[in-house]
């Protein structure tokens, strides 16, 4: 009979515990979703408009080269190496520049994919420029007026529009 009651006890204490476990888990529960109805309205993030560009003018280093294509890539970012060719192709025999943000041997060879084509910024010219500017996506290509303010903004080399083109 003993053992009864201690078995009956034992399993009356862990009821108890999984209770006070279950309330627990509840209270965080409504605190979490208390939490997710308040960020509810508000996006994780902005999206990027490239658009925001045209009107500025381009920062010194970069105005320094009187380009009419002007293209920013990162050395971490593929769609950057995707694009360079593209790129390059379009920026044969214009005023182009290739601002290439990053370090190592990605960002050698994404300089060394327009070299031929486009003056190419790199490292702390390049990062500032980039800073200067605003740019939050790579790649961002911009066409570029005569007076080097920016007509044009785009993601996508080949949205950039005609005036962008040979």
Same mark, same amino acid.
């Given at each position: 009979?003993? +053992?009864?009651?201690? *078995?009956?006890?034992?399993?009356?204490? @862990?009821?108890? +515990?999984?209770?006070?476990?279950?309330?627990?888990?509840?209270? %965080?529960?409504?605190?979490?979703?208390? #939490? @997710? #109805?308040?960020?509810?309205?508000?996006?994780? +993030?902005?999206?990027?408009?490239?658009? =925001?560009? =045209?009107? !500025?003018?381009?920062?010194?280093?970069?105005?320094?080269? *009187?380009?009419?294509? =002007?293209?920013? +890539?990162?050395?971490?970012?593929? $769609?950057?190496? #995707?694009? *360079?060719?593209?790129?390059?192709?379009?920026?044969?025999?214009?005023?182009? @520049?290739?601002?290439?943000?990053?370090?190592? %041997? !990605?960002?050698?060879?994404?300089?060394?994919?327009?070299?031929?084509?486009? /003056?190419?910024? !790199?490292?702390?010219?390049?990062?500032?420029?980039?800073?200067?500017?605003?740019?939050?996506?790579?790649? $961002?290509?911009?066409? /570029?007026?005569?007076?080097?303010?920016? #007509?044009?903004?785009? $993601?996508?080399? *080949?949205?950039?529009?005609?005036?962008?083109?040979?």
């Amino acid at each position: 009979m003993m +053992f009864v009651v201690a *078995a009956l006890v034992l399993v009356g204490a @862990l009821c108890v +515990f999984d209770l006070v476990l279950t309330f627990a888990v509840l209270r %965080r529960l409504r605190e979490h979703t208390a #939490e @997710l #109805e308040r960020l509810a309205g508000r996006p994780s +993030f902005a999206p990027y408009d490239p658009g =925001v560009l =045209v009107g !500025r003018a381009l920062p010194g280093a970069v105005a320094a080269q *009187a380009p009419d294509l =002007v293209a920013f +890539f990162d050395a971490q970012c593929d $769609t950057c190496h #995707e694009h *360079a060719p593209g790129f390059a192709a379009r920026a044969r025999g214009r005023a182009a @520049l290739a601002v290439v943000s990053g370090e190592g %041997r !990605r960002a050698e060879e994404l300089a060394a994919l327009v070299a031929d084509d486009a /003056v190419v910024l !790199r490292d702390e010219v390049a990062a500032g420029a980039v800073s200067a500017l605003g740019i939050e996506a790579f790649p $961002t290509f911009l066409a /570029v007026g005569p007076d080097g303010v920016v #007509e044009r903004a785009h $993601t996508d080399l *080949a949205v950039l529009g005609e005036s962008a083109a040979v």
